[in-house]
Each structure stands twice: as C-alpha cells, then as structure tokens.
Nanobody, 125 residues
C-alpha cells in the first residue's frame, strides 16, 4: 500500500523560505519518477517540479531559480526547498510518485489527488 506524508508548509512573508518534505512508502523509491504539484481552490493543479528516476529534474518557469527539488533515497523522502517566495506561491502543495514504474506517462499528468492531503503554503505580501 502506497503511503505519503507531506509536511513543511506554513505562513511566511514574501521573500522568505520554506522546505517541504514528503515521505513515501509502499513502492521502490529508487525506480520511481516523482514530483511536487500545487493547487489553489477553484484552480487547476499545476506541476511545480519533477524528478525522473535518472535524477533529471524539471522546474516550471514560475519557480525556476527559486525552488530546488531534492531526494534522500535512504529516507524515501522528497524535498522542495522554496526560496524567495511570492504571494502567488500560496497554494496547497502535493507530492506524487509513479509507484516505482519509472514510466514516462507520469510526466504527462498533474497529480494533486495522488496521495496525501498536501501541505498548505501561505505567503503574505
């Protein structure tokens, strides 16, 4: 059974930083593609950043140069370091993985509903 626990959200002023964590279990972390997504109520789910099983990363244009995605495979944990936060970064952030399949289909989707309830990030201007 796949389980996911997201944490690290909170309230921060514009220009500040937060580090999100996502602990996942129930699949082989080493063979999985995974990523971070975000959603504002009433809006579509957005891809924030993804990492492929080979370590290659993707960042949405609106976070390039500000956010950094990383993994700790020993801890089955995915991180998102968010710096220079802006008010428009306010959203619920979700992590997701492809269950260890490593399939490219994963990158075509937006997985805000994949697993956990997400972690709320509020940035005040």
């Amino acid at each position: 059974e796949v389980q996911v626990v997201e944490s690290g959200g909170g309230l921060v002023q514009a220009g500040g930083s937060l580090r999100l964590s996502c602990i996942m279990s129930g699949f082989d972390f080493n063979t999985a593609n995974m990523g971070w997504y975000r959603q504002v109520p009433g809006n579509e789910c957005e891809v924030v950043s993804t990492i492929a099983k080979d370590g290659s990363t993707y960042y949405a244009d609106f976070v390039k140069g500000r956010f950094t995605l990383s993994q700790d495979k020993a801890k089955n944990t995915l991180y998102l370091q968010m710096d220079s936060l802006k008010a428009e970064d306010t959203a619920v952030y979700h992590c997701a993985a492809d269950g260890g399949s490593g399939g490219s289909w994963f990158f075509a989707g937006r997985w805000c509903d994949w697993g956990g309830q997400g972690t709320q990030v509020n940035v005040t201007s």
